[in-house]
């Protein structure tokens, strides 16, 4: 049965990258989704809040509580959206852009190694294949 679950798969290769991830990191506060975030952010200013949840696929509560540390940390910058005052848009800190150029090489050595099993075909597939999943 499991063997042949998306589910069981998704979340063990989940699970091995995270704790892949965390055994490669001096500071093991630094989070993967932190990494996501500063990079979603980076490459989309302005981004909102729920949508960069949405992608990194968090809830509305633990994405507001990762933005709260990232602003506390001085990496991300919230500013009321200029359309609509109720409504908030991300910006990445000087601190931020230099935290995420730090993160990058560190995760471009981390996939690096997890994908050394794939071939780049493959690699573009099961990228591809994993894409359609939408929260």
Known sequence: MLLDSLSFFLVRASRFSHFWWMGMR???????????????????PGISPMRLARYIGLDKARGSEMLDGMEKNGVVARRTSSNDSRRHSL???PAG????????????????????????????TLISLLGRLQP
Not at 26 to 44: E, T
Not at 100 to 110: C, D, N, Q, V, W
Request: hydrophobic share 45%; charged share 25%.
């Open 97 to 124: 852009v230099t935290r995420l150029a730090a993160l990058t090489e560190e995760m471009l050595r981390f996939e690096k190694q997890i994908t050394a099993p794939f071939q780049a075909e493959e690699l573009k």
């Open 91 to 93: 910006y990445l800190t």
């Open 26 to 44: 001096f500071d093991r506060r630094q989070r993967p989704a932190i990494y996501y975030a500063l990079a979603l952010i980076g490459a989309n």
